[in-house]
């Protein structure tokens, strides 16, 4: 339909508003009808409601809908195209060739619901009963009048090309072609018909078996060359007007039904010496979906007779080197997703495969050299190969399933009912038996990942739904498929076998145990991420864990408590903690040494529970750590030692290290504690080890501050020499000012 003259751009708010708002009266009136019958008293009143506000829409005088090419005008003002009534109404015009609908302003009930239900009929019922004409005349009153489209008056197309290239197909059928031969016609004056459509029967080009042309085969055999003929004369055109006509066609092409399209696209046209073919240039600017329909829509696709046919339409669709992978992609997913016969699907592939393997001879396109075309000012044409991706170099059966696979993942992020929510966790549940069956490690990685994120608590799921696919990775947490994993982690990139390392920790106690051998005997780097992903999976009690760090010795210890030690933040104290629960001295003197050795300050708190570690050479090494990492939190914890501990043996080994360790700190709360430690009042501190009243006076020398003095004076009148004397020189730095020699360590 040519634009009419009394189009102009929406001027008027009001009318917009006014015409929109009608229009969506019109689809709550419609539904309804349909939903309780004209005769209904809510349909009924909705009735009556709509006729009142179409009268006051059209103003006292009769009101016009129009549908245009690019949308609909309302009493000649358009209306917003981007409203979705709006986008609906036009397109129910437009495919029942109504070209306007004319309303009296004193429209009555019934006259509104007879339209409402035309509208609503299905367009091949319309067909079917006449033509929208018959249908609307049989209950039409005086307040709606329509009218149809005229295509010989609005000569889109020359009479005689169009008789012609349309020659022995229906109307009705073809009716919708016409503005696609306008398009190309245009500029090849009266003549374009006899020059597109050329011999029809026995025409090699075609590859059609002497009576199997149809009357849709010799149509769509004359608009393909005319397409290209048309697309001969804009090729040396410039570079605007080219891809004009290009992305118009394009749309032209997009517009019809799937099977002329289909069928237009699977006619060989022979390009000529100057010029590539048209179709496939064209079919680079149409989108992914309608490139896929122009290979399945078509009943042909099944046929094998017709195989030939298909692959002409394949190889315009896939020609373009950029979007080949992704239009490979679609086609499986569509197929399945749409419920493609099976049949059909194999037919397809298996003509790409043949192309692959050089078995079906590719159709010659042109005869002119590369440099003819390059040296030539129009765009260059893409690179036309016989390789069609990677996607499909395998057999049939993996792609159908690999297809299959995919869709069922990317099901999971449709709007789905909880019913169909569960159909599709099932279904991936049982494709773990089948991807153990086909040795498929990437399609079971895919489908244990998923369940676990569907299951996950993070994760925005309705608790329901993360019920179901908790279950339903409780199913496939079995022994098959973690022996399975584990016997590909040693032969897979390390990146890859992160991933199943972190699988492991979705799959229930098999992949937990997995977890724990994998520290044993993995990978030095899978260990330390096996160890990571099983305090992330473990349960509050760090069970596993525990249970991995107590029966763990030499190395398998080692990389178990490095992987504890990893984590950072405010937990991990309590993690590391939790770890050791079980633990023996072996994992204690262990772990001290390897928080020592990595300058673990923010784990302090470890060191300091271990100062109640009932083992001795635990409580020593914590000392020590804590005294080289300067831990402040342990002072009340030291203190505590240096002033209750045994007096003898390794009781006062300890008392002395925690006096040193007070020192290498140098907090001054410790003063009293050491004043107390170097006065010594009770009997058995004169009768036991001198060293932690020594080592106190040093401490103290180094503290400084009035109490350390006042202690230091009364030790210097010690009845013990090595007590005195050493009060004595501290007491003599002190007072001096000197800068003391902060000592770290502990006696032996």
Request: aromatic share 2%; charged share 25%.
């Amino acid at each position: 339909m040519s634009r009419s003259a009394s189009a102009r751009t929406c001027d008027s708010g009001s009318a917009d508003r006014a015409g929109i708002a009608t229009l969506e009266a019109l689809a709550r009136t419609a539904r309804q009808v349909a939903l309780y019958g004209p005769e209904h008293p809510i349909a009924a009143e909705a009735l009556s409601e709509a006729c009142r506000e179409l009268g006051a829409s059209a103003g006292g005088g009769g009101l016009e809908v129009k549908a245009e090419e690019d949308g609909l005008l309302w009493n000649g003002t358009r209306l917003a195209s981007g409203d979705g009534n709006v986008a609906r109404f036009h397109s129910t015009m437009r495919d029942r060739l109504i070209a306007s609908i004319e309303i009296s302003s004193g429209v009555g009930p019934r006259d509104l619901a007879h339209l409402l239900r035309v509208l609503a009929m299905e367009i091949e019922d319309i067909e079917a009963a006449g033509g929208i004409t018959s249908v609307f005349g049989e209950g039409a009153g005086s307040g709606i009048r329509i009218t149809l489209v005229d295509f010989t008056g609005e000569m889109l197309v020359p009479e005689a090309v169009w008789r012609q290239l349309t020659q022995g197909a229906s109307p009705e059928e073809t009716g919708n072609l016409r503005k696609l031969i306008a398009c190309c016609a245009g500029g090849l004056g009266d003549n374009a018909g006899a020059s597109a459509t050329g011999p029809s029967v026995g025409d090699p080009g075609l590859d059609l078996e002497p009576g199997q042309e149809s009357a849709e085969d010799v149509v769509a055999a004359g608009i393909a060359r005319l397409i290209q003929r048309a697309g001969e004369a804009h090729y040396f055109t410039d570079d605007k007007h080219w891809q004009s006509w290009r992305e118009a066609t394009a749309a032209e092409l997009a517009g019809l039904s799937p099977q002329w399209r289909s069928a237009i696209f699977r006619a060989p046209v022979g390009a000529s010496s100057e010029c590539p073919d048209m179709l496939s240039l064209i079919a680079a600017e149409m989108d992914e979906s309608n490139c896929v329909s122009i290979v399945l829509d078509h009943p042909d696709s099944i046929r094998a007779d017709r195989s030939g046919m298909l692959a002409v339409a394949l190889e315009r669709i896939l020609a373009d080197r950029g979007r080949r992978r992704s239009i490979e992609a679609a086609l499986h997913r569509q197929a399945l997703a749409q419920g493609v016969p099976e049949e059909v699907y194999q037919n397809v592939v298996g003509i790409l495969v043949s192309r692959i393997e050089g078995r079906w001879p590719a159709e010659p396109q042109t005869a002119s050299s590369e440099s003819e075309i390059i040296d030539s000012d129009a765009p260059v044409a893409p690179e036309r190969t016989d390789d069609v991706g990677d996607l499909l170099q395998t057999t049939r059966d993996d792609a159908v399933w690999r297809s299959s696979l995919c869709v069922l993942l990317e099901s999971l992020h449709a709007h789905l009912t909880i019913g169909q929510y569960g159909t599709v966790i099932s279904l991936l549940a049982k494709s773990v038996e089948e991807c153990l069956a086909r040795g498929d490690l990437e399609g079971l990685m895919a489908v244990v990942s998923e369940l676990g994120r569907e299951a996950a608590p993070e994760t925005e799921r309705e608790p329901s739904r993360r019920g179901v696919a908790a279950g339903a990775l409780a199913r496939v947490s079995t022994d098959p498929v973690v022996s399975f994993l584990a016997e590909r982690l040693g032969d897979v990139p390390d990146g890859l076998a992160a991933e199943i390392i972190e699988l492991f920790g979705l799959l229930g106690e098999p992949g937990m145990s997995a977890l724990a051998d994998v520290v044993r005997a993995g990978k030095e780097a899978d260990a330390k991420c096996a160890m990571g992903a099983l305090l992330a999976r473990d349960g509050p009690d760090m069970s596993h864990a525990r249970d991995l760090v107590s029966a763990a010795r030499g190395i398998a210890l080692e990389r178990a408590l490095l992987g504890a030690l990893d984590g950072e933040g405010e937990q991990a104290p309590q993690t590391v903690m939790a770890v050791l629960a079980d633990a023996g001295e072996e994992a204690w003197l262990q772990t001290v040494q390897l928080i020592f050795a990595g300058g673990r300050g923010d784990l302090g708190e470890v060191l300091v529970r271990m100062l109640h570690n009932p083992s001795g050479p635990v409580r020593m090494a914590a000392i020590n750590a804590i005294a080289e990492l300067a831990v402040k939190d342990a002072v009340p914890g030291l203190c505590e030692i240096a002033e209750a501990e045994a007096y003898f043996g390794e009781g006062a080994r300890l008392r002395e290290a925690a006096v040193r360790a007070l020192a290498a700190i140098g907090e001054s709360r410790a003063v009293r504690s050491l004043c107390a430690v170097l006065e010594g009042k009770a009997l058995l501190s004169k009768l036991g080890s001198h060293r932690p009243r020594a080592a106190a006076a040093e401490a103290l020398g180094i503290l400084g501050g009035p109490d350390s003095r006042e202690a230091l004076e009364k030790g210097s009148k010690s009845m013990h020499p090595v007590v005195r004397d050493t009060c004595r020189r501290a007491l003599a730095r002190l007072l001096a000012g000197q800068p003391p020699v902060r000592g770290k360590g502990s006696a032996g």
